[in-house]
């Protein structure tokens, strides 16, 4: 994690995020990605913290730039959340792209664990729950979940990872190269 990301502001609050601990389980860093329309953003922060998990930590990372309408009301959702303990806003000067928005989310992050959310999806309640339980099981160096696809208010598909996209996804891993797309 590169500290020359952080600011002034995030390092007087970096102590104090890092000692949060519940008896020892470890803390798991969501990184939520913003740009453009975020009128689902409250939906995707709510979702996160409506986790069964309770450790968590919340990054959200504006990748709109300084001047503009997304910039103004991405603002004014994150203002509602201003003094929430679990969540952290982040604000780039310039759009960067999601990847440097996921970069600059690692860089504030405090967790053992990381998990990326674009602010227009959500997780379900037990999705970090079952995540952390495989990964502190000591098998698994990393997690892949399914896709619901919801259409109108309805599950439609399921998209689930085949063997043949595991075996694919390892090589990257291997390589150290992860796609970020959602």
């Given at each position: 994690?590169?500290?020359s990301?952080r600011?002034?502001k ?38 996160v913290?409506?986790?069964?998990y ?6 959200v ?5 300084e ?32 990847s ?22 959500y ?15 000591g ?28 075996a ?15």
């Open positions: 994690r590169d500290p990301l600011d002034e995030f390092l007087d609050r970096e102590h104090d995020r890092e000692n949060v601990n519940f008896s020892g389980v470890p803390v798991v860093s969501v990184i939520i990605t913003a740009y453009g329309d975020c009128s689902t953003l409250p939906r995707a922060i709510e979702s913290l409506g986790q069964s309770g450790n968590l930590e919340i990054i990372v504006d990748d709109n730039g001047s503009g309408l997304w910039r103004s009301l991405t603002e004014s959702v994150m203002s509602y959340y201003g003094n929430h303990p679990q969540i952290h806003y982040v604000k780039h000067s310039e759009n960067k792209n999601g440097a928005a996921r970069n600059t989310g690692i860089a504030f992050s405090t967790g053992k664990y990381i998990t990326f959310l674009d602010s227009d999806d997780m379900l309640a037990n999705r970090v729950a079952h995540a952390v339980a495989a990964l502190e099981d098998s698994f160096d990393a997690c892949l979940c399914d896709v619901l696809i919801e259409i109108s208010g309805l599950f439609r598909e399921v998209r689930m990872s085949s063997k043949a996209e595991l694919w996804k390892d090589v990257f891993l291997e390589e150290k190269c992860l796609g970020t797309g959602s």
